[in-house]
């Protein structure tokens, strides 16, 4: 695995400044939080302990409560600004409930999913949509095992390599620098899963595809949600306008029935808190995932 790692500074500081507007167009992040949520309707699971990790503005917290009503629950995000507002949020959709006897206040926290500030095994369920892309994943599927409980699930959602590819294949036909974010392919994040030493992991990928009518438009919702370009060897300093025009008409190329597509490739995932006993590794030290465990679905 050799992606660009993002600048985790640069990533806090775009979602914090995302964070007032970022359920404006948040349509992608809205469908794959409800996808997930109902892959857990096909668990079995009670927990005690939620984390919703990279809880963004809060949005799914209320439906989480609402599928596990006895849980406490955390809420972790990487920006200090989009925590803040989350509480925010939160507060309004329970209202006056969060003051009755038996309500479990939500515990708001900032910090990285690579350093989680959490003790070991202290977490029954973590679910964390689209927010791993931004994290190195074997540090960060690391630290999930260690907050898991024994028999702890994790359910996620993160972003693959085709994501955008079609701006990231304009901007390309501009210059030589890295404008687009990379992510890892879902095999990467297969090995990063059982390096881990999580359990039964079980990967697939479906694809999204939003529409607009110019990519200017399309820039303006990355911008608006804080998917800025964060990798380290971007270029520095402010894009001029003739490049920007240069950009959006090398994208007409990809122009159908009158609109602009920008793909996204999604990586659903869940696995189980594993035992280091059960890990095996092969001769040469790799890790073999079962190649029935990893599927890819087709739109």
């Known amino acids: 695995m050799t992606n660009d790692l993002p600048n985790k500074q640069l990533v806090a500081r ?35 302990q939620i984390l919703d990790l990279g809880a963004g503005t809060g949005r799914n917290l209320s439906l989480l409560a609402k599928r596990y009503p006895k849980a406490q629950l955390f809420a972790l995000d990487i920006a200090t600004a989009m925590v803040k507002h989350a509480r925010k949020n939160h ?25 989680l500030p959490l003790a070991d095994n202290s977490m029954d369920l973590i679910y964390a949509n689209l927010a791993l892309q931004w994290c190195d994943p074997r540090t960060s599927f690391a630290e999930i095992q260690r907050v898991l409980r024994p028999d702890g ?4 959602t993160t972003l693959g390599p085709d994501t955008l590819h079609e701006l990231r294949q304009s901007w390309a036909e501009v210059d030589d620098y890295p404008h687009v974010n990379l992510f890892y392919d879902m095999h990467d994040v297969g090995e990063a899963m059982m ?24 820039m303006k919702d990355l911008k608006i949600l804080g998917a800025r370009n964060v990798n380290t060897t971007r270029r520095r300093g402010l894009t001029g306008k ?54 890819r679905r087709r739109s």
């Open 14 to 48: 775009s979602f914090g400044q995302a964070a007032a507007h970022y359920d404006d167009v948040a349509i992608l992040q809205r469908q794959t939080a409800d996808e997930l949520l109902d892959r857990l309707s096909l668990v079995t699971l009670q927990p005690q």
């Open 91 to 115: 507060q309004k959709q329970v209202g006056f409930k969060r003051w009755l006897p038996n309500s479990k206040p939500v515990q708001f926290l900032t910090g990285d999913a690579e350093k």
């Open 153 to 156: 699930l994790l359910m996620f």
């Open 195 to 218: 390096a881990a030493n999580l359990a039964e992991p079980v990967l697939d990928t479906d694809r999204y595809t939003l529409t607009y009518d110019t990519a200017m438009a399309l």
């Open 242 to 295: 003739q490049t920007m025009n240069n950009v959006a008409k090398a994208y007409e190329q990809f122009r159908e029935n009158g609109v602009l597509p920008a793909t996204y490739e999604v990586v659903y995932g869940h696995a189980w808190a594993g035992n280091k006993q059960q890990q095996q590794r092969q001769e040469d030290g790799s890790i073999a995932i079962p190649i029935s465990k990893i599927q």
